[in-house]
């Protein structure tokens, strides 16, 4: 089971995290999702959106996107 900002997924091996935040966004009718908006956690660990796209996930990963608020 992979938890993806509070929603579960099953877990299925090979699934990257592109693939899994794409079907998440969907469902809420947000079609396109662009990591450099969001600040990536995995298992509590920041990752560098270049890298976080192509990550491959394991079973009982927890993900979190936060998105990135400019301010001025």
Known sequence: MIQFNGT???YRPGILLRELAEDY???KDIPKVSFDEFVVIVNSA???S???EELE????D???FVPIINGG
């Not at 996930?57 to 009982?60: G, I, R, T």
């Open 8 to 10: 579960a997924y099953d």
């Open 25 to 27: 966004y969907r469902k």
């Open 46 to 48: 920041p990752i560098a």
């Open 50 to 52: 270049p890298q976080a």
């Open 57 to 60: 996930l394991q079973d009982n």
């Open 62 to 64: 927890n993900v979190y």
